[in-house]
């Protein structure tokens, strides 16, 4: 649990012995590629954090699929407003490989406060940095040309070029596969 203990620390900026404290509340929990971790209008219950795999989070807009993120070793994977207002996911979680998690329950993650004293500051930092990285991806769309979002996003993850369907990749990065292939081409060049 080494690598995943220390995501979940750096991703809540808790000690070594304050991650003592807590460590059984998270669970172990496999997925076959092809499986979904969460699927659009369940109600999210659980929390997971990317030990080995790669997962695609999509939705649908208008009966297209588009792909939002995807959540490798150190990423977690969660809808964050339907986990705390206990809303449906608008989004879906699929394995694109197979997947290992650990997973922490909505009833867990609640009571990590009476374990760790200083929760309250940490939870706050943590929505903090799950915000900025939301803001930091919503100013390269409006910011960025296409082959500037691609080369930011191959200079950020180049493995899963090689591991995700490229329509995928494009659809995150807010293009066409044909504009992706062009930029592809140009730069091979």
Same mark, same amino acid.
């Given at each position: 649990?080494?690598?995943? /203990?220390?995501?979940?620390?750096? $991703? @809540?900026?808790?000690?070594?012995?304050?991650?003592?404290?807590?460590?059984?509340?998270?669970?172990?929990?496999?997925?076959?590629?092809?499986?979904?971790?969460?699927?659009?209008?369940?109600?999210?219950?659980?929390? =997971?954090?990317?030990? /080995?795999?790669?997962?695609?989070? @999509?939705?649908?807009?208008?009966?297209?699929?588009?792909?939002?993120?995807?959540?490798? &070793?150190?990423?977690? !994977?969660?809808?964050?407003?339907?986990?705390?207002?206990?809303?449906?996911?608008?989004?879906?979680?699929? !394995?694109?490989?197979?997947? %290992?998690?650990?997973?922490? &329950?909505? %009833?867990?993650? #609640?009571?990590? &406060?009476?374990?760790?004293?200083?929760?309250?500051?940490?939870?706050?930092?943590?929505? $903090?940095?799950?915000?900025?990285?939301? %803001?930091?991806?919503?100013? &390269?769309?409006?910011?960025?040309? !296409? %082959?500037?979002?691609? #080369?930011? @996003?191959?200079?950020?993850?180049?493995?899963?070029?090689?591991?995700?369907?490229?329509?995928?990749? $494009?659809?995150?990065? =807010?293009?066409? !596969?044909?504009?992706?292939?062009?930029?592809?081409?140009?730069?091979?060049?």
């Amino acid at each position: 649990m080494s690598d995943s /203990k220390n995501h979940i620390i750096d $991703a @809540f900026g808790l000690t070594k012995s304050e991650f003592e404290e807590i460590k059984d509340f998270f669970k172990p929990k496999e997925i076959k590629k092809g499986d979904y971790f969460l699927k659009e209008g369940q109600y999210v219950k659980q929390m =997971g954090f990317v030990k /080995k795999g790669i997962l695609r989070e @999509f939705l649908y807009v208008n009966d297209k699929e588009v792909t939002k993120w995807f959540s490798t &070793s150190g990423y977690i !994977a969660v809808d964050l407003s339907a986990f705390f207002f206990d809303q449906k996911s608008k989004v879906n979680y699929q !394995a694109i490989t197979d997947v %290992e998690l650990l997973t922490i &329950s909505k %009833e867990d993650y #609640n009571r990590i &406060s009476t374990r760790v004293p200083r929760w309250n500051k940490l939870d706050k930092m943590f929505l $903090a940095k799950c915000f900025s990285i939301l %803001e930091s991806r919503i100013i &390269s769309h409006l910011a960025l040309s !296409a %082959e500037e979002r691609y #080369n930011q @996003f191959f200079n950020l993850s180049p493995h899963l070029f090689n591991e995700v369907p490229l329509n995928q990749i $494009a659809s995150m990065l =807010g293009m066409s !596969a044909e504009t992706l292939s062009r930029i592809r081409n140009k730069q091979s060049k």
